[in-house]
């Protein structure tokens, strides 16, 4: 992000441990694994997965986000290099409308956090982004035109114009 403005908490109140209850859990040949709710199938338990799956129960459970609209670790190319997202919410007109860019529990958001879900909005060219760990969520629009961003507070901000 080249603005030098502070990082404004997102959701401030949200702590996503306290949907843990409601993912669902097994251990296979001693490996812990986690179910993806959208993908049906059981995946390792690793961190940055469990803050995916607390993120999607969160967005449709408490956000009515269809599952239809999530998209999950898709593969694509910026800069000539391969490169994954982490999760996109399509708007009602089925166009990308948010990216998000997660970390694990462990992982303190920094600046390269933010640098490189601002790589990946080179290519994708979203208009709004979210950088979390589970804990600490950071949410900004993106004004492709003006090239710049402004930090958001609330999901009403993102919700009222998807």
């Given at each position: 992000m080249s603005e030098k403005q502070k990082p404004i908490l997102f959701e401030a109140d949200l702590s996503l441990t306290d949907y843990t209850k409601h993912l669902t859990t097994k251990v296979e040949n001693g490996t812990?694994?986690?179910?993806?709710?959208?993908?049906?199938?059981?995946?390792?338990?690793?961190?940055e997965e469990w803050v995916r799956q607390l993120w999607i129960y969160y967005l449709i459970s408490e956000l009515n986000i269809s599952p239809k609209k999530i998209l999950l670790e898709k593969q694509f190319e910026v800069l000539g290099k391969k490169r994954r997202f982490d999760l996109i919410v399509l708007n009602a007109a089925n166009e990308h409308h948010l990216l998000f860019e997660l970390k694990s529990f462990k992982i303190i958001i920094q600046p390269s956090t933010f640098d490189q879900i601002t790589l990946y909005n080179l290519k994708l060219k979203i208009p709004y982004l979210i950088a979390s760990n589970g804990i600490q969520h950071y949410a900004f629009k993106v004004d492709q035109i003006e090239q710049r961003f402004d930090y958001l507070r609330k999901f009403s901000d993102i919700l009222t114009n998807s």
């Open positions: 812990p694994m986690l179910l993806c709710q959208l993908r049906k199938k059981y995946l390792v338990m690793q961190p």
